[in-house]
């Protein structure tokens, strides 16, 4: 009798670790797709808005091209060589103030005016997305 109750309770001490290990495996899960929808978020930010006292903008990439049906990195990531469209080239690789300065000179478009330009034209264009300031940087 006595080695029919170490069993059973060795029994019932490895079925009370399956609730432990099913609810910790559950908790990783949850975590890790936390984390990995995180890689997708991006915060618009730049020192050419530190001077302004709206909040950088929230932008789920991936979410926001598939809402918008956007296929085509170069429709926001485009190419410019002396003023003509690059067609099937992207700048994707690089970041926008590469070619769009903080601080603009003469004839240049700036980084912030180049954010407000593409991000406006297209939601105007499209009749969608916010048109205002606040649509997009929504203060706390």
């Known amino acids: 009798m006595i080695m029919g109750t170490t069993h059973k309770v060795a029994r019932t001490h490895r079925m009370n670790k399956i609730p432990i290990t099913l609810a910790l495996t559950l908790i990783l899960l949850a975590v890790s797709g936390t984390a990995l929808a995180q890689e997708n978020m991006t915060i618009l930010r730049s020192p050419a808005f530190d001077r302004h006292q709206r909040p950088p903008v929230p932008f789920v990439h991936d ?6 049906e956007i296929d ?5 990531h485009h190419v410019y060589e002396d003023g003509v469209l690059m067609e099937y080239e992207t700048s994707e690789d690089q970041p926008c103030s590469d070619c769009h300065p903080v601080d603009p000179q003469d004839g240049e478009l700036g980084l912030m005016r180049a954010f407000h330009k593409r991000c406006i034209t297209c939601h105007d264009r499209v009749d969608k997305g916010p048109l205002t300031c606040g649509g997009c940087h929504v203060k706390k």
């Open 63 to 68: 979410m926001h091209n598939a809402m918008a």
């Open 72 to 76: 085509d990195c170069a429709v926001c």
